[in-house]
């Protein structure tokens, strides 16, 4: 079967939640979306009234189940896209996305498990596209979350993470590297091979594992990962600018 063109499509803002103080998801109505895998991410592209174009790249946050299209914005205080995206955006408000785009850092409950997930920072979102993507699924299969922040108030989707995680839909893990509030009973340093040893599941299993953060977390998190004896060819790897945990 020939592949699907990636073409630009028409998005309307549906709905904005609040992450946290500096994120925020924007829910889309996209006209003719082709369906995407969690994992998989867009082009945004802006167009001013005189002309000016930018665009930027953002994951996808929303199940593929999910009839509409979300996105989770992190603000980048020197950024073009991201402060126009926090601060002015409306419902209502139409703008272009380009997508879906990306495959091999992506994943369907047809490829199985167990899954091991590690993120930094904004790096959870795409994560969070397959977790839920696994819950719409109603999937028992294994799925363990790392999420590594700054601070507690930094972590998205933490009320959402708590009810997935009550329904045994995951076993979360979190660690704070700045502050940890009072009785905090998680991790409180960077990834390290205990910690990930400590959240599985083992090697031996042979989980699908996925690494979504920071450029430096990330290939961090990967050598800890082989170091344990994950199988490089099992860890997939997304990386981004220096933001994040």
Do not use: K, N
Not at 110 to 134: D, F, I, N, T
């Amino acid at each position: 079967m020939a592949r699907q063109p990636i073409v630009w499509h028409t998005a309307t803002v549906r709905e904005l939640v609040a992450e946290t103080s500096h994120a925020r998801t924007i829910v889309l109505d996209v006209a003719d979306w082709p369906g995407h895998i969690a994992g998989q991410h867009v082009d945004l592209r802006l167009t001013a009234e005189d002309g000016y174009q930018t665009q930027r790249s953002y994951s996808l946050a929303s199940a593929p189940e999910d009839p509409h299209v979300a996105l989770t914005v992190e603000r980048i205080d020197d950024g073009e896209v991201s402060p126009y995206l926090l601060d002015e955006l409306r419902v209502g408000d139409v703008f272009e996305l380009r997508g879906p785009i990306g495959g091999p850092f992506s994943w369907c409950v047809e490829r199985g498990g167990p899954l091991l997930l590690v993120g930094g920072g904004s790096g959870l979102v795409p994560l969070m596209a397959m977790l839920r993507h696994h819950s719409a699924r109603r999937s028992e299969l294994e799925l363990r979350l790392l999420v590594s922040a700054r601070r507690w108030q930094d972590v998205l989707y933490r009320g959402e993470l708590a009810q997935h995680a009550e329904r045994g839909a995951v076993q979360a893990r979190f660690t704070l590297t700045r502050e940890q509030p009072a009785g905090w009973s998680g991790f409180d340093r960077r990834i390290d091979t205990e910690m990930l040893a400590a959240v599985g599941p083992s090697p031996a299993a042979q989980p699908h594992v996925f690494v979504c953060g920071p450029t430096p977390f990330v290939e961090r998190a990967a050598d800890l990962l082989v170091e344990l004896g994950h199988q490089p060819s099992a860890i997939r790897a997304e990386r981004f600018g220096p933001t994040g945990a």
